[in-house]
């Protein structure tokens, strides 16, 4: 055989190969948009936890207020507890604890957003923020249990508006979900 028929056999190939692949990224691409689906239960989910979350920052950031009246001693601020990257964060606490109701209560629904979009959309994206949210209220949880000086109005509001970022990135999420667009539903 010559060089030329060899040659040309490889071209060929090389033609298939690479239209076999195109086509198999167009196949993943389209079944993977077509599991993502809009879910009104899910979107609520994330809603009502965004409103939640925000009265007891209305309600921490007063008590801040009234607890930052007294002149600030120049004891260095108490800091959270580290966090390893990939270390599980639970909110749970004992009732004895401040603001236990809010922390099991937000434990409870970040699970419940985190395992529903699971099933439906397996966005690692929404994993990464969900482990955001419970990164910041863990922060503020170990501060309030642990740490004798109060947290200041300007750092409660650095921390809202945080979970305010994420949150409305969740619901951004879900309204592209929503309106169909790359999805089916």
Same mark, same amino acid.
Request: proline residues 4%; contains cysteine.
């Given at each position: 055989m010559s060089t030329f028929g060899i040659s040309h056999r490889r071209g060929i190939l090389k033609s298939i190969m690479k239209a076999g692949?195109? @086509?198999f990224i167009v196949a993943v691409t389209m079944t993977g948009c077509s599991t993502h689906q809009y879910d009104p239960a899910l979107d609520k989910q994330i809603t009502d936890f965004q409103s939640k979350a925000d009265r007891q $920052?209305?309600?921490? #950031?007063?008590?801040?207020?009234? /607890?930052? #009246?007294?002149?600030?001693?120049?004891?260095?601020?108490?800091q959270a507890a580290p966090?390893?990257? %990939?270390?599980? =964060?639970l909110l749970i606490s004992p009732l004895s604890e401040p603001d236990s109701a $809010? $922390?099991?209560?937000a434990e409870t629904d970040l699970a419940l957003i985190e395992s529903r979009t699971k099933i439906?959309?397996?966005?690692?994206?929404? /994993?990464?923020? @969900?482990? %955001? !949210?419970?990164?910041? $209220?863990?922060?503020?949880?170990?501060?309030?249990?642990?740490?004798?000086?109060? /947290?200041?109005?300007?750092?409660?509001? !650095?921390?809202?508006?945080?979970?305010?970022? @994420?949150?409305?990135?969740?619901? #951004?999420?879900?309204?592209? =979900?929503?309106? %169909?667009?790359?999805?089916?539903?």
């Open positions: 692949i195109a @086509i $920052f209305v309600a921490w #950031t007063a008590q801040a207020m009234t /607890d930052n #009246t007294q002149a600030a001693s120049p004891v260095v601020a108490c966090v390893v990257a %990939g270390q599980p =964060l $809010f $922390f099991n209560s439906l959309n397996n966005n690692p994206a929404i /994993d990464q923020q @969900i482990s %955001g !949210l419970r990164n910041i $209220f863990y922060q503020i949880k170990y501060k309030r249990q642990h740490c004798s000086q109060q /947290d200041s109005p300007a750092y409660i509001t !650095l921390q809202r508006k945080q979970v305010a970022v @994420i949150m409305q990135s969740m619901l #951004t999420y879900e309204g592209v =979900l929503e309106n %169909g667009t790359g999805t089916s539903q």
